[in-house]
């Protein structure tokens, strides 16, 4: 059994690799970061990963660039290979249109350990504030947010 450390380690380069292959436009090792059965909220569910990948191509295909900066990270182990995440989100996009879009909030995160590592089963992208465009915000519902660890 990995210890809560190991647990911790895993869950945070889970979310780590999500933000690098994000910025990196390698949609395929992206893809490898989530369960087959996903539940991906942002701005709309997206259940599976076809819906995900379909749904993740559209928003890339928007940028020229991006930038995802992950800090404040919580984990909380919820079963022998389960745990729940969160972490603060800053995100920088130039658009296509020229517009310098930047996004503050959190990602709310369900994990699975599943062929060798932590994979993410549940995501809600909860976003606080924007600049540059006008987007409809999803507060950051606190009841939500893993226990903070002793």
């Not at 295909?61 to 995802?68: A, E, K, Q």
């Not at 932590?118 to 915000?137: C, D, F, P, Y």
């Amino acid at each position: 059994m990995m210890t809560d450390a190991e647990v911790k380690e895993g869950v945070t380069n889970t979310m780590l690799d999500y933000c690098e292959c994000l910025d990196e436009l390698r949609l395929d090792d992206f893809m490898e970061l989530f369960t087959d059965d996903v539940e991906f909220e942002e701005g709309g569910m997206a259940r599976g990963k076809a819906h995900v990948r379909a749904k993740v191509r559209k928003l890339l295909d928007l940028f020229h660039r991006c930038s995802h900066h992950l800090s404040n990270t919580r984990v909380q182990r919820t079963g022998e290979n389960t745990a729940r995440a969160s972490a603060y989100i800053y995100a920088w996009h130039h658009m296509k249109t020229g517009v310098m879009l930047e996004i503050w909030g959190r990602y709310v995160d369900e994990q699975r350990f599943e062929g060798g590592r932590w994979k993410i089963a549940k995501r809600n992208v909860l976003m606080q504030g924007s600049r540059g465009m006008e987007l409809e915000l999803a507060r950051v519902a606190l009841a939500e947010l893993p226990a903070k660890a002793s």
